[in-house]
């Protein structure tokens, strides 16, 4: 690794000795002269001159480059830039030293690099070390190529998954860890819905269920994946069925108010209804002109509107008894005046 040159101050000088950047030199007359090779310029030395910022720059690269680390952290600390400080970082890294690159990410405040390189610091093996970081790096292939050749597989797979690369992941859970393939799966379903491509995501939430018992919030949260997917791509029937075997209210209320933007009225007013929205669960049965749904409904609603809905509905139809209790529930008392003279 190209440093630096210093130029002898003498010609056909002779070397003698070189420690710490001070080199001796025997003249042809027979004196010893001594010179500072211009690579160590990056030395610490409180009785020398002002420097600039690009000599500030220069000595912290020198530092790292040297692996005087003290040094280098001295320049960083003087410079106290972001850039800097992460050429820095990235050096230590380049070069394991987990140690130093600890002591530098914590100095500028990255917690999260800090807890990585804690997690590693102790192992051994370099080539693991080497596939740790060049996961830290963002060179997934590299990485991948390193964990298996030091045969640790599962690494990898935990990568791929952690970073989203699900089909990835699949590839070396079919080759190393066959168990593993159900939770993949639905890891990449999830990651299909949330883009939109909900078709493909029904048929990752499908492989993902196990019918295991242990497995039972997992198979939960693909079946509550599948009720919604269905839904989207148009299967009302399958993700109905779905949804309102499912414990809970969350994934019924999500569901219906799916239907809800579809217009399919009856399997949202059901679905409503079991989650105990019942203002939504109200308005669906109006649509479908359910009364007998309704009245059932109405003494849980609170919402004048809902009411006023009703009572509008009912006084079309001709039922003008139902629409004045409904008026008057709605407090709209001339509308239901109006009926009363009118009865």
Known sequence: MFVGTTRLPIFGSVPLLLNAGLLLLLDSS??????????????????????????AIDRLSKAILMKRYDDAMFWAKQLNDSQEWNKFATALLYSLNIDYAIKVFREIGHPGMVMALEEIK??????????????????????QELFLKCGCPLEALN??????????????????????????SAAHAE????????????KFYEQGITKKEKD?????????????????????????TIALRL???EIKEECAKLLEGLKQWPEAAELFEKAECWDNAAIAYIKMK?????????????TPKI?????????HEGRFKEACAAYMRAGEWENAIRRIIKI
């Not at 690579?39 to 409180?46: M, R």
Request: hydrophobic fraction near 35%; proline fraction near 2%; charged fraction near 25%.
């Open 30 to 55: 027979g004196k010893i002269v001594q010179t500072k090779l211009e690579t160590y310029g990056f030395l610490n030395d409180s009785g020398e001159q002002e420097y600039t910022l690009d000599d």
């Open 191 to 202: 990651q299909l819905e949330f883009t939109g491509d909900s078709s493909a995501a029904v």
């Open 159 to 184: 990568m791929r998954r952690d970073c989203m690369q699900f089909e990835a992941a699949m590839t070396l859970a079919k080759a190393y860890d066959l168990e593993q393939i159900p939770y993949i």
């Open 247 to 249: 414990p809970g209210k």
């Open 307 to 315: 009411h006023s809905m009703y009572a509008k509905a009912r006084e």
């Open 122 to 143: 102790h192992v051994e093996d370099k080539s693991l070390v080497s596939a740790h970081f060049a996961a830290l790096f963002g060179d997934y292939d590299l990485a």
């Open 216 to 240: 039972l919030h997992h198979d939960q949260r693909c079946f509550t994946g599948l009720a919604r997917c269905y839904i989207k791509v148009g299967d009302i029937k399958k993700g109905s």
């Open 290 to 302: 359910n009364w007998v749904k309704v009245s059932e409904i109405l003494p849980n609603v609170n």
